[in-house]
């Protein structure tokens, strides 16, 4: 059964950093990429960027450029997100999910088909 | 960035009606198109990918339609269950999703 379980709940000063990380079960972490997609209170879902842990790449959202990075650890089948220079507006619950993908009608789809549970990060002075 | 637009923003439904959720993309997305459920309190869930292909476990009173710019997400006989809030998001550029459809009892 697939997996994926979150680190806890945490609260960050303003200009802090905050880790988050991703332990994925029933299969191999290296096989897909992981997403992440936060949530403000009350409010939609964004993405905030991707890895291949099987290679490393990444891809960022522009808005989040140079404050995430996602990072992997194979050997306990993890992913990690953190992000710096935090602001209250960063305050949200952040989901790592996991992508798949197959080619349909010739087109190579992909969707999120496994979701962590989320982890709340508050962000107040 | 490729902007997604949900409509209704929200609506009230019984059980048993019959409720479709429509998306529109701001450009051409073929079917680079998935449906999500979200229930207060959790993650969201899959429903269905590539804009009709109903994923593994999803009943099957839930149904996705479209390609171009206009989809839409159709339930058949409204579940207790099935109050939550309703997303659509494209994969054809950088991911986005639209802003959510929360269908509630009426």
């Known amino acids: ?125 | 960035d490729i902007q997604m637009t949900q409509s209704p923003s929200s609506l009230s439904a019984s059980v048993g009606d019959r409720v479709t959720v429509t998306c529109r993309a701001s450009q051409m997305i073929s079917t680079y198109l998935n449906w999500y459920q979200q229930r207060p309190g959790k993650a969201p869930k899959l429903l269905v990918y590539a804009a009709s292909k109903l994923q593994s476990g999803v009943p099957s009173r839930f149904s996705g339609s479209g390609s171009g710019t206009d989809f839409t997400l159709t339930i058949n006989s409204l579940q207790a269950e099935d109050f939550a809030t309703y997303y659509c998001q494209q994969t054809y550029r950088t991911p986005t999703f639209g802003q959510g459809t929360k269908v509630e009892i009426k």
């Open chain 1, 1 to 125: 059964q697939v997996q994926l379980v979150q680190s806890g709940a945490e609260m960050k000063k303003p200009g802090a950093s905050v880790k988050v990380s991703c332990k994925a079960s029933g299969y191999n972490v290296t096989i897909y990429s992981i997403h992440w997609v936060r949530q403000a209170p009350g409010q939609g879902l964004h993405w905030v960027g991707s890895l291949y842990p099987n290679d490393d790449t990444t891809d960022y959202a522009r808005g989040f450029q140079g404050r995430v990075t996602l990072t992997s650890d194979t050997s306990v089948n993890s992913v990690f997100m953190e992000l710096s220079s935090l602001r209250s507006d960063d305050t949200a619950i952040y989901y790592c999910a996991r992508r798949r993908s197959g080619v349909i009608a010739g087109q190579h789809i992909t969707w999120l088909d496994a979701w962590g549970q989320g982890t709340l990060v508050t962000v107040s002075s």
